[in-house]
């Protein structure tokens, strides 16, 4: 589809936003190597992500208002998106601002990129004897 989230905040979605900006083609976690390394293209693509993931997230604290917002698959693996998501977010919250802060946390699904398909195999019905 276009236009969905899940084009621009996935690991394809940051791949083809790198490959938009440089013409080349990297893996989502070869640009957040680089990013961290300082390559300045690889770092304004995790900078874009974060903000479109604090802007998509900032909505969902605007409908929901969840304690807490878990992130799971292979981007959650992004230790930066921790401290920086949330830091984005609070100029899209409604109710953010110095007498409200957003009280929402962003954190890592316990078992990792993993926890989908975890939670998943706990649906798998037991063998009948």
Request: net charge neutral; proline share 7%.
């Amino acid at each position: 589809r276009q236009g969905c989230i899940e084009r621009f905040l996935s690991g394809p979605g940051m791949q083809a936003d790198y490959e938009r900006a440089t013409g080349r083609v990297r893996q989502p976690a070869e640009i957040v190597t680089d990013a961290e390394a300082g390559d300045p293209a690889a770092r304004d693509t995790l900078v874009r992500y974060q903000q479109r993931m604090a802007r998509a997230l900032a909505s969902v604290v605007n409908i929901l208002d969840p304690d807490v917002i878990v992130l799971g698959g292979g981007m959650s693996n992004v230790a930066s998106l921790y401290e920086h998501v949330p830091a984005l977010w609070a100029p899209f919250v409604f109710a953010a601002g110095d007498a409200a802060p957003v009280g929402t946390r962003l954190v890592r699904a316990r078992h990792g990129d993993a926890s989908g398909v975890r939670g998943a195999a706990w649906l798998w019905p037991a063998e009948s004897p």
